[in-house]
């Protein structure tokens, strides 16, 4: 027990009878009722609650569901911006707010295969360990998060990509709904981004999965047109890793 117990004991003593708290006959903190444990198990979790901080701090939207912003450090001590991109049980997955290759290597832009390979090359996975995993976000928890409801993986081919918050490749009335998804990549004050990056940087982003049909050729990309669509797996100039963290609800902020 801490050296301060004393303090804390006091503390709680003295609200103990507006607080409807039972006092066993002794002063001693291990025989003090305290709801259903004693003042020693409170103060246990006091102290463990404080040991185990949260990864993520709420930012802004409705907490603990998609497009929510959370502040977090995933173990490098960095502290990064990521939204919630889908909630599977405990699990929480959430998506980096820019594109991590833009500020991690030497290289903005890359391929389909080094996207890939990236999170494991700059060896990301082990230093980030404040969370269960890390990876590239799948075609379909992009197209789910961002309001495309026609896309399926195993069948959706290259021609039938989609402007986020439809299931069309010429309506872009609903993409403004979706900006934490395709901000932050190249040129996007063009199609009514909030941050808008030059030349140097890549238009967009990898998924994690080939297109059917395009004979391992294409992959699933976000664009900085706000869509989901598919581009040649060797194109390097369009493309970069806006990396996916996945974390436990209990390490997301109250």
Known sequence: MKNNIKIVVAFILGGLITGGIVLAATTRAQDITYGNGTVKDALDDLYQARDNKSTCLYVSGTKGQVSAKYLCDPGDGVARYFYILKVSGN?????????????????????????????????????????????????SEIATAGGITNFDVSTTTESNWSFFGTNSTTNTNYR????????YTRDCSNTGCSHSLSSDYAYGYWTTDLTVGSNGDGAWRVSNFGSLDSRPVNTTANHGVRPVITISQSKLSN
């Open 91 to 139: 699990d929480v997955k959430l998506i980096m707010d820019r594109n991590l290759s833009d500020t991690v290597g030497s290289a903005k832009r890359m391929t389909f295969e080094d996207a890939n390979s990236f999170v494991e090359d700059n060896n990301i996975d082990t230093l980030w360990n404040n969370v269960k995993d890390v990876g590239l976000p799948t075609s």
């Open 176 to 183: 403004a709904n979706y900006l934490w998804l395709w901000d």
